[in-house]
């Protein structure tokens, strides 16, 4: 697991500011997932990203921007953060894609982001 | 989209009982998989099913995926307080690699 790193794992902000989770893996994995987690909803998933310069909207995309300029790296910003988006953001990669079923994720260790 | 049922999505048990989370589907499952979050931590990947009928087994733990390929299950045997955690199933949710998660099942152990 320590092929994926998130940072911060901790992050106070307050509505309408800008924030960026960044995500870094080191297997040079092509696909590279953003993930929320709340309670009572499980892990949506917000975005993903096949390769570099290939991102595609998942569940719950609204209120978030993500890019993917490097394969390590998948950063995801919060334009003008709400209340509604303090939540555990998990970044995670895989080897491949599809639904083939060979795309087992490996997850970072979380950012907790509170929005006041 | 494709969505994937999870039930129960809580369970207490006393330690050494058993334990048996399951995740339903609609449609056709091409593969499942299950993963387990540790209180404070994140998923990790346990196992993956991808064939009909298929049992895998994993220590104390048992994976079933159901014959018609739209449903399986993880059984614990005998729990321990190492097993506290929640366990989720996740299935293809399209073609570009994306899984789609159950919302999980959150198992406390009773010492």
């Known amino acids: 697991d320590a092929g994926i790193t998130q940072s911060p794992r901790y992050k106070i902000t307050e509505t309408g500011r800008q924030v960026t989770l960044m995500c870094h893996q080191t297997?040079?994995?092509?696909?590279m997932f953003w993930y929320r987690q709340d309670l009572g909803h499980g892990l949506r998933l917000i975005y993903y990203s096949a390769a570099a310069d290939i991102t595609d909207k998942g569940e719950v995309p609204d209120g978030y921007v993500v890019s993917r300029s490097k394969t390590e790296n998948f950063p995801l910003t919060l334009e003008s953060a709400t209340r509604s988006q303090t939540s555990v953001y998990f970044c995670a990669s895989s080897e491949t894609g599809g639904g083939s079923g060979a795309n087992v994720l490996t997850f970072g260790a979380g950012s907790r982001l509170t929005v006041l | 989209g494709q969505q994937v049922m999870q039930i129960p999505q809580y369970q207490h048990v006393q330690e050494g009982e058993d334990f048996t989370t399951y995740c339903n589907s609609s449609?056709?499952?091409?593969?499942i998989q299950w993963y387990k979050q540790r209180p404070g931590g994140h998923p990790v990947f346990l196992i993956q099913?991808?064939?009909?009928?298929e049992v895998k087994k994993q220590k104390r733990l048992t994976f079933q995926f159901g014959e018609a390929k739209k449903n399986s299950s993880l059984h614990i045997t005998a729990t321990q307080t190492t097993d506290v955690g929640t366990y989720f199933c996740a299935v293809g949710g399209g073609s570009q690699g994306n899984l789609i998660f159950g919302k999980g099942t959150k198992l406390s152990v009773k010492p």
């Open positions: 297997w040079s994995h092509s696909y």
């Open positions: 099913l991808v064939k009909s009928g």
């Open positions: 449609t056709t499952l091409s593969n």
